[in-house]
């Protein structure tokens, strides 16, 4: 298996909504990140923050496939991107140091 990185960032139109307006796709958001979890899928997931601990800056979704294909295939599941809410990019990580995940 393979890991891969899909980066993400509010559009502006997202951006603009109040986090009451944002707060149903957030939690579709961790309900299928929880799932995938839980069905077997090596996954990570967060959201950036500023130096000031502000949220804002976005996301990361850390996890493994078999290759890009299928990695972008099941990306596009997630609600955040479904709906629209986010910009993203997908890109295959090949760890050469450090703690293996």
């Given at each position: 298996?393979?890991?891969?990185?899909?980066?993400?960032?509010?559009?502006?139109?997202?951006?603009?909504l109040?986090?009451?307006?944002?707060?149903?796709h957030?939690?579709?958001?961790?309900?299928?990140?929880?799932?995938?979890?839980?069905?077997g899928?090596?996954?990570?997931?967060?959201?950036l923050?500023?130096?000031?601990?502000?949220?804002?800056?976005?996301?990361?979704?850390i996890f493994?496939?078999?290759?890009?294909?299928?990695?972008?295939s099941?990306?596009q599941?997630?609600?955040?991107i479904?709906a629209?809410?986010?910009?993203w990019?997908?890109?295959?990580w090949?760890?050469?140091?450090?703690d293996?995940?």
């Amino acid at each position: 298996m393979r890991w891969f990185i899909k980066t993400e960032t509010f559009t502006p139109e997202t951006a603009a909504l109040s986090i009451d307006q944002r707060r149903p796709h957030l939690e579709a958001h961790r309900r299928w990140v929880m799932a995938q979890s839980k069905s077997g899928r090596r996954i990570r997931s967060g959201y950036l923050v500023d130096g000031e601990g502000r949220p804002g800056g976005g996301g990361l979704l850390i996890f493994e496939a078999r290759s890009y294909e299928e990695a972008f295939s099941w990306v596009q599941a997630d609600p955040m991107i479904q709906a629209g809410l986010v910009t993203w990019t997908l890109q295959e990580w090949i760890q050469i140091s450090g703690d293996q995940l």
